[in-house]
């Protein structure tokens, strides 16, 4: 595989990647929410082993398949879990005003795209013109948490946004240091532990996953 | 190694922990283990200012001035606060707050959180810095829902939420400061070294770090609670167990803050430019006034210290933005005295609660006559947060006022507008509640009082007199950061 052929490869990789965030923004069902991240993970994965393989950065792998077992798996698994157990599987969220919501998306991929262009300058990887998506990806993942009311969907958001700096890290500099990447997915893993747990609390507390609900404290006069 | 023994300590104590939590001793195991750690931190400050300067621990750790004096307050403040929680959560337990397995849990969390705090102080490499931080956040989060009301939940959802956007985006700034770093020293793990950094930092491009430190500063500014990232903080800082609000705001927002400058030392190096000081002034600022107007409103006792540790944070973020010398020393040692004062406070204000059952201001009253040890500790905590002479706050807001008015005199009356509204609501809520009569509700109490004079012991001692050995020691600090 040459690398112009690689970076081509990649790039298709990462326009995938970008969908899969709007596809997130934009759907509604949370068990069809849990699918799209793990396609994205999925592809995610596939393109850090591309990366790995093309660059002949061998470590890439290890990362690859860490992506693979953590967020294609072990995370869709256990909120595919989650969801079932707390009986909200057919659950549609009522998300008012998609369409603005993706034309704001747009606006954040340019932005993103304004954003590194100094930095696109700068590089000589074959993975430089992917950095502009993964910030964009870590942008709609930000925006799918501050614009959804759902729990389920606000982890989903913060998952994605942990993809997006993940590609970012591989596109920028072919991954950070082993030990930050370990380290990371050690949070990662704690997290999901915890909004587990949360779900529960909040369902118990406030019969739903709405987190309209919890509306107690704010500021009063 | 002695480094090593300050993390393997806390990290056993808090394994050891979880199976004991609950047992009738668990307390003391809590208090014993933290005070080890201190001792221990201790002994490391020793040997820092003997062998002057910095020690490596491998290619991991390090210490310096700066980090070695935050690894002791913290670990000397986490011994004071097992200290009162010891007796605090013997109340809570009774009134069945908390039961079994929340006691192990709230005793082997604190201990983990304690350990990710002395991780990111120690630690060398900025990924690590940011893993630790988070998985700080991340031992908090339950111990802020620990009573499950639906207030609480929604606190610790709301710090669970806020933090993990904010954080990432300090991740970001992460991935573009190892792009840089790397141009210079080379792929693979040592690349985001501080030891490494801090020596290549003018050939860093300016570019990518000045776009680093902009979501460095939104995700450590998020963590350290600054204007307008601090929406969850007022929330986790008041619906948690007193102990817990004592160490979330005496010490984890230092430890953002202490992110905040290592970066912003490199960043300076590499413009050359007041681009990461400007920021840092702009949003201090803004945090110090919003802040203590926000003060004047509140009706629950720990939301108003909370408010008052987003003021303060302001203040130390403004002085570190402002550079220079003075307001650097000021700035380190507003974090120190604040954190002394703040944990202190809130001990008082714990006990306050606990003897009237209740967080609003206007139900808790009399309480010097009521129990006059825990209404003269909130009395003379709150004068020290006010800044009132002799105690140390006030030396350190005097400093950072002098230099603000020598480098930038027209933000000077804004700087004095905040500490005077911040005065003011501190003063106007406080006095009703330590004097008057004792209401018919308020119920006696067997305080723990000795954190709580030991704090405003230091403070006092800090703000009359600077041993020469610990002035000369923060100027040590202060030039790492230059």
């Keep these: ?221 | 190694m002695i480094l090593i023994a300050l993390l393997v300590i806390s990290i056993l104590v808090a394994l050891i922990l979880a199976f004991i939590g609950d047992w009738r001793y668990a307390p003391e195991v809590n208090i014993g283990g933290s005070l080890l750690t201190f001792i221990v931190s201790l002994v490391l400050a020793l040997q820092v200012y003997r062998e002057g300067g910095s020690i490596a621990g491998s290619t991991y750790f390090f210490v310096d001035y700066l980090n070695i004096s935050l690894v002791v307050l913290t670990t000397l403040v986490s011994t004071t606060t097992a200290i009162f929680s010891r007796r605090y959560m013997r109340v809570e337990r009774e009134h069945g707050r908390v039961g079994h397995w929340r006691m192990r849990f709230y005793h082997a969390m604190f201990q983990l959180f304690i350990f990710a705090m002395l991780i990111a102080l120690v630690t060398n490499n900025f990924g690590v810095l940011w893993i630790s931080m988070e998985l700080a956040t991340l031992a908090t989060v339950l111990l802020v829902s620990l009573y499950r009301t639906p207030t609480a939940i929604e606190a610790a959802w709301k710090y669970f939420i806020l933090c993990g956007v904010g954080i990432a985006q300090a991740l970001f700034g992460t991935v573009l400061l190892y792009f840089a770093a790397e141009r210079v020293l080379g792929a693979g793990g040592n690349a985001l070294l501080w030891t490494n950094l801090s020596r290549v930092s003018g050939e860093l491009d300016p570019t990518v770090m000045r776009l680093a430190f902009v979501f460095l500063m939104v995700g450590y500014g998020t963590k350290a609670g600054l204007v307008p990232l601090h929406n969850w903080l007022p929330d986790a800082h008041s619906e948690g167990p007193t102990p817990v609000s004592a160490v979330l705001s005496g010490l984890l927002l230092n430890i953002a803050l202490y992110a905040l400058i290592r970066c912003k030392a490199l960043v300076d190096a590499s413009l050359a430019t007041g681009f990461a000081g400007n920021i840092m002034m702009g949003f201090g600022l803004l945090s110090l006034l919003t802040a203590s107007f926000s003060m004047l409103r509140q009706k629950d006792i720990k939301r108003l210290f909370a408010y008052s540790s987003i003021e303060h944070m302001g203040i130390a973020t403004f002085a570190f933005g402002l550079g220079g010398p003075i307001a650097t020393f000021g700035g380190v040692l507003h974090m120190i005295v604040h954190s002394l004062a703040k944990s202190a406070t809130f001990f008082s204000v714990g006990h306050a609660a606990q003897m009237h059952g209740t967080q609003e201001i206007s139900r808790i009253r009399g309480l010097i006559r009521g129990n006059p040890a825990v209404g003269w500790g909130m009395f003379l905590g709150v004068m020290a947060l006010a800044g009132m002479p002799p105690f140390g706050i006030f030396t350190s807001e005097f400093l950072i006022l002098t230099a603000t008015m020598k480098d930038a005199p027209l933000l000077a009356p804004l700087l004095l507008l905040g500490l005077t509204v911040a005065f003011a609501a501190l003063f106007r809520k406080v006095q009703p509640m330590v004097t008057g009569l004792i209401p018919p509700w308020q119920k006696p109490l067997a305080a723990a009082n000795i954190p709580v004079f030991i704090h405003l012991a230091l403070v006092l001692i800090l703000g009359i007199y600077l041993p020469g050995f610990l002035a000369n020691w923060f100027h040590l600090a202060v030039e790492i950061l230059k």
Excluded: C
Aim: no cysteine; charged share 10%; proline share 2%.
């Design chain 1, 1 to 221: 595989m040459t690398n112009t052929l690689a970076a081509q490869i990649n790039s298709l990789l990462a326009a995938l990647i970008l969908l899969t965030a709007f596809a997130l923004l934009a759907q509604r069902k949370i068990i069809a929410l849990v699918h799209i991240f793990a396609w994205q993970g999925f592809f995610l994965a596939l393109s850090t082993a591309v990366i790995g393989f093309a660059s002949g950065e061998h470590h890439l792998y290890i990362s690859s398949f860490l992506t693979l077992g953590m967020k294609v798996i072990l995370l869709p698994y256990i909120l595919y879990k989650l969801v079932h157990k707390l009986k909200i599987h057919r659950d549609i969220e009522s998300v008012v005003n998609i369409p603005t919501t993706m034309l704001l998306g747009i606006a954040l991929v340019v932005f993103s795209y304004h954003l590194t262009a100094p930095i696109r300058e700068l590089s000589n990887l074959m993975t430089r013109s992917t950095l502009a998506i993964a910030l964009a990806t870590v942008m709609l993942g930000l925006l799918m948490m501050v614009t959804r009311r759902h729990a389920v969907t606000q982890i989903l958001g913060f998952l994605a946004m942990e993809n997006g700096l993940f590609f970012a890290a591989t596109s920028a500099t072919y991954g950070m240091p082993m030990v930050v990447e370990l380290g990371v997915a050690l949070d990662l893993l704690i997290a999901a532990f915890i909004f587990g747990i949360f779900f529960f609390h909040i369902n118990t507390t406030f019969d739903s996953l709405d987190v309209d609900q919890m509306a107690k404290l704010k500021e009063t006069d």
